[in-house]
């Protein structure tokens, strides 16, 4: 059993892919070559903003935002612990500091009502995390920055295709930030990424940032880093593009018959916990979800782990360790996050993806409740 089947889906795009790609072995511009424009359009159409400006990864993608924001030595940038550390990361790489701000424990995404505290003089911007597929509460994140004067930027690495009050991840702050790693909802055949905006001047800073700072050949207003999009990536991303709209339906469809046939069985969700231990997703009312992942909560995860190994059933943990609690960001007396750290003993990842067949639900599912001893 595949966590997530990336051949499956190459199978139903491989004469779209393999002409895309030897288009750009005819023409031979393998950096930024056309194929990275017109993906960048196509990607900007897609999330409904002006400016679409590809990147090599999504870790480049969060840099080259807070860049051309002009973030750096002595600021500091809000964020959550409970998320994948490149979102960290970067703020300290710039010599920031990120700030954490524990977690909604329905959503996992970044609680608004915690903003407040967390703001001083030093703060330059709030980075929520659209975690699991899901987008974090923006409309609340953007009130609380711009009573502030700050910027947004969504990490929506995990979410990119999922919808807010109707609008897409990507387009619903200052900047939208997400990644094509491969395993992504829309993934490359290497890594990738895309900064999207309505702000025309962030979007030219943003195309020198990623261009050793160049505004026109060999001349560099500004630092920047070597963030191309290669053109081989785009044309894979103009290809898999074509069908995401029909995956991300699936998604949708696939992480609700999840979340159907656990409770059939007793589990309960994040925002009705229930008895039995085991936690479903909790999709926000104004929210669709992509599924980056399908997570849950249970009490042994370890046992669990070991239980659907023992069945050829593969798992994940996203993410075993708060980033507050890795020793490169551990602050003695900094403020806990306890929500973070009680969620990231529990919570355990099982196989998703489009493709997914009903029949391989059920057999997922079965060994769930078998091992955490679910009715039924």
Do not use: W
């Amino acid at each position: 059993m595949q966590f997530i089947d990336l051949k499956t889906q190459y199978a139903r795009i491989e004469q779209d892919v393999r002409s895309r790609i030897d288009a750009v072995l005819s023409h031979g511009q393998y950096i930024m070559g056309p194929e990275v424009q017109a993906l960048e359009e196509e990607l900007a159409t897609f999330v409904g903003v002006e400016h679409c400006v590809g990147l090599s990864s999504g870790t480049d993608a969060l840099l080259a935002a807070m860049m051309a924001l002009e973030i750096g030595r002595g600021d500091e940038v809000i964020t959550s612990p409970f998320t994948f550390i490149a979102t960290a990361e970067m703020i300290a790489l710039l010599g920031a500091r990120p700030v954490f701000v524990d977690i909604d424990p329905v959503t996992y995404n970044i609680d608004p009502n915690a903003l407040e505290d967390a703001i001083t003089g030093r703060t330059r911007a709030i980075m929520p995390v659209s975690l699991y597929g899901q987008c974090a509460d923006m409309d609340a994140v953007n009130a609380v920055a711009e009573a502030h004067n700050l910027a947004v930027i969504e990490d929506a690495a995990q979410s990119f295709g999922a919808t807010y009050k109707g609008k897409r991840s990507c387009g619903l702050s200052t900047i939208g930030c997400t990644s094509f790693f491969p395993a992504k909802p829309l993934g490359a055949y290497g890594d990738a990424g895309a900064c999207f905006t309505n702000d025309a001047d962030l979007a030219r800073q943003l195309r020198e940032v990623r261009n050793h700072g160049q505004s026109r050949r060999y001349y560099h207003p500004r630092l920047g880093i070597n963030g191309r999009l290669d053109t081989m990536q785009a044309a894979v991303l103009q290809s898999k593009l074509a069908i995401f709209p029909d995956e991300v339906e699936a998604r949708g469809r696939l992480g609700a018959r999840y979340s159907e046939l656990l409770r059939a069985r007793g589990a309960g969700t994040t925002a009705e916990p229930g008895e039995s231990g085991v936690l479903t997703p909790s999709i926000a009312p104004d929210n669709t979800s992509v599924y980056a992942q399908y997570t849950l909560q249970v009490q042994d995860r370890e046992a669990v782990a070991e239980a659907l190994k023992a069945r050829d059933i593969p798992t994940a943990v996203h993410y075993p360790v708060p980033l507050n609690e890795q020793p490169v960001f551990h602050v003695p007396g900094a403020p806990a996050t306890p929500v973070s750290a009680e969620v990231a003993e529990r919570v355990i990842s099982l196989p998703m993806h489009p493709y997914l067949t009903e029949e391989v639900q059920r057999e997922v599912v079965e060994a769930v409740a078998e091992a955490c001893g679910l009715e039924g």
